[in-house]
């Protein structure tokens, strides 16, 4: 997990951006900012409007990716095998990652700010609890940036680890919209969601890297 002054640098320039961009969101939104309800209403009108029975059913099993249910299932299958093969510290980095902060920090943030879920278009899924910031989307950033991080400590070669790269990123990217597209989640909700995964996984990794040796 060693890394150079230069990315430690980028890691936490992109933590301080990402938080920046999640503070801005949750202030406005205690601030009942017009800038973000008008926001939110052109952003979630564009992507719901792409709705349709053959797309529905896609952005449904891709919605599902990142339900608790799945990302505690893959999480525990990871931690188990890292630890199996004696990778104590990205163990427990996949723990601090995704259950710690995706689990129980993302849902402490929902109950305190108690945002009600969209009401504007119907819910193609079921959704429970509060919607900001998105446990969705906030969570695959963490597991699936977990995922890069390992790609990176774990695979040699390049070209792998460059296609692997692509589908770490477009799991989150693709499971946040989806959320919006199933009408459970605002845009800025999403966003949030991303921005507080990310800062929160730049930041896990740059600490972690302070560490001599992954084992």
Not at 158 to 166: D, G, P, S, V
């Amino acid at each position: 997990m060693q890394l150079t002054d230069q990315q430690r640098k980028q890691l936490a320039v992109t933590a301080g951006i990402s938080y920046f961009i999640f503070f801005l969101i949750l202030i406005s939104l205690e601030m009942d900012a017009n800038w973000l309800q008008q926001f939110d209403q052109t952003a979630n009108a564009f992507i719901t409007q792409f709705r349709q029975p053959s797309l529905n059913h896609v952005v449904i099993i891709i919605t599902e990716f990142g339900n608790p249910a799945s990302t505690t299932l893959i999480a525990l299958i990871l931690i188990f095998l890292l630890a199996a093969t004696k990778q104590n510290k990205l163990a427990f980095l996949t723990f601090i990652n995704v259950g710690f902060i995706a689990g129980l920090i993302n849902h402490i943030i929902k109950e305190l700010i108690q945002r009600p879920r969209p009401t504007a278009v119907s819910h193609l899924v079921s959704a429970g609890g509060f919607s900001f910031p998105s446990g969705h989307a906030t969570t695959s950033v963490l597991l699936y940036g977990t995922f890069f991080i390992l790609s990176y400590c774990l695979i040699k070669n390049t070209t792998q680890r460059r296609h692997l790269t692509y589908l770490w990123v477009a799991l989150p990217l693709l499971i946040g919209l989806s959320r919006i597209y199933v009408g459970v989640h605002n845009t800025s909700d999403v966003i949030a969601g991303w921005s507080f995964g990310l800062a929160n996984l730049c930041l896990t990794w740059l600490l972690f890297s302070y560490l001599d040796h992954v084992k």
